[in-house]
């Protein structure tokens, strides 16, 4: 089974950092379509980023572009998003997803969700992590 298992959400003050991770388990991670997904409270579900398999493509919201980094580890199965500058409206879960297409035809998918900003929604096309709850406040 497809477990994703993100982690390094914290509390922080406006200004600071986080990194955050997502360990995947049961697949092939190194195909594997990734992306970071966030709900800030009382609001419905944001694309963050996403990146295909071998980092060759990759997608940033604009609210992320220029602060936040994707990046993967495919010899340690694990999804970073290095958050800089952070904001107080950057609260919220953060997941970790995981397209169930891979490859370029899988990439395409995705991709297209982002930019089309397509809310996105869980379904048979995609495994979704547990969430990290990031909180930025003083």
């Known amino acids: 089974d497809v477990n994703l298992v993100e982690s390094g959400g914290a509390l922080v003050q406006p200004g600071g950092s986080l990194r955050l991770s997502c360990a995947g388990s049961?697949?092939?991670?190194?195909?594997?379509?990734l992306a970071w997904v966030r709900q800030a409270p009382g609001k419905g579900l944001e694309w963050v980023s996403a990146?295909?398999?071998?980092?060759?493509?990759?997608n940033y919201q604009q609210s992320a572009s220029g602060r936040f980094t994707i990046s993967r580890d495919n010899a340690k199965n694990t999804l970073y998003l290095q958050m800089n500058r952070l904001k107080t409206e950057d609260t919220g879960t953060y997941y970790c997803?995981?397209?169930?297409?891979?490859?370029?035809?899988?990439?395409?998918?995705?991709?297209?969700?982002?930019?089309?900003?397509?809310?996105?929604?869980?379904?048979?096309?995609?495994?979704w992590g547990q969430g990290t709850q990031v909180t930025v406040s003083e």
């Open positions: 049961g697949f092939n991670f190194a195909n594997a379509n």
């Open positions: 997803i995981k397209e169930k297409m891979d490859g370029p035809d899988g990439w395409s998918r995705l991709l297209r969700s982002l930019v089309r900003r397509d809310p996105p929604h869980r379904g048979p096309d995609r495994d």
């Open positions: 990146i295909d398999g071998r980092s060759a493509n990759i």
